[in-house]
């Protein structure tokens, strides 16, 4: 992580910048339903993600043009494939992109991570290659474009176009401080010459070279610091003849078929009409609107992950009739754990952009934090699992495992997104230590029920770092409502009693260590600090297993599994042993409970996330 990320962070932050806890297993806060009815929209995203899943078809039948061989092969060639991504543009998918306020399908953003979840089941690549990518590059226009902005753009992604974000490494890091563009007053040939005259080169931006719009961040004053960057909107096709060079694609080792391509822009004049929010907000900009992008990206390679996970059940239980091989149960039920918990951590993430927005800043650096730490210790467990199998590269059943390794870090879950996210969880540790944790009020029952109407995703309402941890207040409370049952003569909701305590406990210590975090900002830059960084994001994760289990358990049936404490136990027992704290033995039955749901929803084609949703097979 860098200093400057850090420092730059800070200043943006400083410049920026009654409910009750009951005693039951069902109530959460005063006022609130233990099991809030399912909405319309969120049944319509499932309808939505249902029929396009249905489209894209049987992933491992060897004649389906959308299948898994076919899209391993067009990824060794290093091309799109060309009819999947014809088939999204048929079906309108850019309109997942869009706020319905401008005529698009957009309202939450949990809700598209379950439409696109069926695109990143089979490919990553395609996900961000034809989608994504499009809503990352518009974020800054949804949150402060002027109206004439917000709508050209809708009509663009609405017409099938695409955008590019224009600053940041593939990594989606902290590249934005690298003067990579500048901005500089004055547009030579612009009446008045109000705009700009923007200068610079970037060599690896994905789509540079077929989308309809540029959404760049440029230096645009001289001295750095949180007001050092603007957002500019560009139309390729509005841009003088000569000004702009497009630059030969770059391979790389990972998202082969992702078309990425620079730009070197000498001397464009640019309109003032092209400046998105006011001049020097891009900083801000970026720290509002990417925490979308770094709750959805994780979201969102669970599913990708979830193949895996297929993969490995099929290569240890073929023919068995249901039946795996026994020593592979532990890391099968383990990795299928962890997904649970890290959908749990990103749609809670994800929720909570709509319902708590100025206070979602942290959580989602969080996520992007931890996620994808556990994916990359799963899938390691799954490749010793499938054994040979792994080495099938092209292969529709066992392929999946090589090209996700591959993928994952060049779709920005690699180690240089993980330092920007601990350069906006480190500076609030110490603020959160004294004014937040203990002190916090829960957050609304409706943050951890998966269909409970929530308000629209609106990028207008993202705040940055309030210094109020809600979900830290959920453990407290979690663990405040279990109790009484950690005198209980054993049982799984006794040991998760005991382990929600655990997470308390640790909290408290946490709490101690960070209140003793010296001033200065040189301090948060020791890797001592850090480490705490990592404690807290696992808390929030095990946080988030708990608040969704509690939900899933005040239900009334709804999905009996989730309902059961074994899959939060198992969870929450890997946590804590990853935190090297000491858990209790896992109750008898525990793995058993789980590997017995995992298997069923291998052989009933379900998905292996929250929604356990039937798949196209």
């Keep these: 992580?860098?200093?400057?990320?850090?420092?730059?962070?800070?200043?943006?932050?400083?410049?920026?910048?009654?409910?009750?806890?009951?005693?039951?297993?069902?109530?959460?806060?005063?006022?609130?339903?233990?099991?809030?009815?399912?909405?319309?929209?969120?049944?319509?995203?499932?309808?939505?993600?249902?029929?396009?899943?249905?489209?894209?078809?049987?992933?491992?039948?060897?004649?389906?043009?959308?299948?898994?061989?076919?899209?391993?092969?067009?990824?060794?060639?290093?091309?799109?494939?060309?009819?999947?991504?014809?088939?999204?543009?048929?079906?309108?998918?850019?309109?997942?992109?869009?706020?319905?306020?401008?005529?698009?399908?957009?309202?939450?953003?949990?809700?598209?991570?379950?439409?696109?979840?069926?695109?990143?089941?089979?490919?990553?690549?395609?996900?961000?290659?034809?989608?994504?990518?499009?809503?990352?590059?518009?974020?800054?226009?949804?949150?402060?474009?002027?109206?004439?902005?917000?709508?050209?753009?809708?009509?663009?992604?609405?017409?099938?176009?695409?955008?590019?974000?224009?600053?940041?490494?593939?990594?989606?890091?902290?590249?934005?401080?690298?003067?990579?563009?500048?901005?500089?007053?004055?547009?030579?040939g612009v009446p008045g010459a109000s705009g700009y005259t923007l200068s610079g080169r970037k060599d690896v931006i994905m789509n540079a070279d077929r989308s309809g719009a540029w959404v760049v961040w440029a230096r645009t004053a001289p001295e750095r610091g949180p007001r050092s960057h603007s957002v500019l909107l560009l139309r390729p096709d509005e841009l003088p003849a000569g000004t702009v060079a497009r630059l030969p694609r770059v391979p790389t080792p990972g998202m082969r078929g992702g078309l990425f391509s620079g730009l070197e822009f000498t001397g464009v004049p640019v309109p003032s009409s092209a400046l998105v929010g006011r001049p020097g907000?891009?900083?801000?900009?970026?720290?509002?609107?990417?925490?979308?992008?770094?709750?959805?990206?994780?979201?969102?390679?669970?599913?990708?992950?979830?193949?895996?996970?297929?993969?490995?059940?099929?290569?240890?239980?073929?023919?068995?009739?249901?039946?795996?091989?026994?020593?592979?149960?532990?890391?099968?039920?383990?990795?299928?754990?962890?997904?649970?918990?890290?959908?749990?951590?990103?749609?809670?993430?994800?929720?909570?952009?709509?319902?708590?927005?100025?206070?979602?800043?942290?959580?989602?650096?969080?996520?992007?934090?931890?996620?994808?730490?556990?994916?990359?210790?799963?899938?390691?467990?799954?490749?010793?699992?499938?054994?040979?199998?792994g080495y099938e590269h092209g292969s529709p059943q066992y392929g999946s495992l090589d090209k996700l390794v591959r993928d994952l870090p060049v779709a920005g879950l690699g180690h240089t997104g993980t330092a920007a996210c601990q350069a906006v969880i480190v500076p609030q540790l110490r603020s959160l230590a004294e004014r937040s944790w203990f002190r916090a009020e829960e957050p609304p029952a409706e943050l951890f029920s998966g269909g409970a109407g929530l308000p629209s995703l609106d990028y207008r309402l993202l705040g940055i770092a309030s210094g109020d941890d809600f979900l830290s207040a959920s453990l407290i409370g979690s663990a405040a409502r279990l109790a009484d049952h950690r005198s209980a003569a054993g049982g799984d909701t006794a040991v998760l009693a005991e382990l929600a305590e655990t997470f308390v406990g640790e909290l408290r210590g946490l709490r101690a260590r960070c209140r003793r975090i010296p001033d200065g900002r040189e301090a948060l830059t020791d890797p001592a600090v850090v480490v705490l960084s990592d404690r807290y994001a696992l808390l929030l994760a095990a946080a988030a297993v708990l608040g969704v289990w509690e939900a899933r358990h005040g239900a009334d049936g709804a999905d009996p599994f989730l309902a059961d404490p074994a899959w939060a136990v198992l969870a929450l027992t890997r946590l804590g042993r990853r935190m090297g704290i000491a858990v209790p033995e896992l109750p008898d039955g525990v793995l058993d409970r789980v590997l017995r749901e995992l298997v069923g929803r291998y052989e009933d084609g379900r998905s292996c996330d929250l929604d356990g949703l039937q798949l196209a097979h």
């Design 1 to 188: 992580m860098t200093k400057e990320l850090i420092h730059a962070t800070m200043a943006t932050l400083t410049e920026t910048q009654t409910q009750t806890q009951t005693q039951t297993l069902t109530g959460r806060a005063a006022g609130t339903t233990p099991a809030p009815a399912r909405d319309a929209e969120h049944e319509a995203a499932l309808a939505r993600a249902g029929r396009l899943d249905a489209l894209l078809g049987a992933p491992l039948d060897p004649a389906n043009p959308h299948g898994l061989a076919a899209l391993i092969a067009a990824d060794a060639r290093r091309e799109p494939p060309a009819a999947t991504e014809q088939l999204l543009a048929e079906t309108g998918l850019g309109a997942e992109f869009v706020p319905a306020e401008f005529g698009g399908r957009l309202t939450r953003a949990d809700l598209l991570a379950k439409v696109l979840r069926p695109v990143f089941r089979r490919d990553v690549a395609l996900g961000f290659g034809y989608g994504i990518t499009s809503l990352f590059g518009t974020a800054a226009v949804w949150a402060a474009g002027t109206e004439r902005q917000r709508a050209d753009t809708a009509a663009l992604l609405l017409g099938g176009g695409r955008a590019s974000i224009v600053h940041h490494e593939v990594a989606h890091a902290n590249a934005i401080l690298r003067d990579e563009f500048t901005a500089a007053p004055g547009a030579p």
């Design 281 to 389: 907000e891009g900083v801000a900009l970026a720290l509002r609107t990417f925490q979308v992008n770094r709750c959805l990206i994780p979201a969102l390679a669970v599913s990708a992950a979830d193949t895996v996970l297929h993969s490995a059940v099929r290569a240890v239980s073929p023919g068995r009739g249901g039946r795996t091989v026994r020593r592979w149960h532990k890391p099968l039920t383990g990795v299928f754990a962890d997904l649970l918990a890290c959908d749990s951590m990103a749609t809670v993430a994800l929720r909570s952009l709509s319902l708590l927005p100025e206070r979602a800043h942290v959580l989602a650096a969080a996520v992007k934090y931890v996620v994808p730490d556990l994916l990359r210790e799963d899938l390691e467990a799954l490749a010793s699992v499938l054994g040979s199998h």
